[in-house]
């Protein structure tokens, strides 16, 4: 089974700057794509940022010029860096990656447990 497990969640002050890591294990043949997501009490999950394929990033409007999204070169653990964070940022961040186990098999999502991101003074 494929696993992904997120760290790096805690407290931190407006303007601080928090880094998260998902770590992927298990039977992996190829990973398509890693994102981030976010949902705060009573909102709707959303997309924070993303890789698509091996380098191509997305970010959601209100997290771009702040957040940035990178992985390693195994392909098996994607980051988060936080920067200028905001109270509206506080929420739980979920990793979701796409993935394949075999060459000949299909895509499917896979996600982590989540991290809780508190922004307060």
């Known amino acids: 089974q494929v696993q992904l497990v997120e760290s790096g969640g805690g407290l931190v002050q407006p303007g601080g700057s928090l880094r998260l890591s998902c770590a992927a294990s298990?039977?992996?043949?190829?990973?398509?794509?890693m994102a981030w997501y976010r949902q705060a009490p009573g909102k709707e999950r959303e997309l924070v940022a993303a890789?698509?394929?091996?380098?191509?990033?997305n970010y959601a409007d209100s997290v771009k010029d702040r957040f940035t999204i990178s992985r390693d070169n195994a392909k098996n653990t994607v980051y988060l860096q936080m920067n200028s964070l905001k109270p509206e940022d506080t929420a739980v961040y979920y990793c979701?990656?796409?993935?394949?186990?075999?060459?000949?098999?299909?895509?499917?999502?896979?996600w982590g447990q989540g991290t809780q991101v508190t922004v307060s003074s």
């Open positions: 298990g039977s992996i043949f190829s990973i398509n794509t």
């Open positions: 979701k990656t796409k993935l394949k186990e075999r060459l000949l098999s299909p895509y499917y999502d896979c």
């Open positions: 890789i698509i394929g091996d380098s191509a990033a």
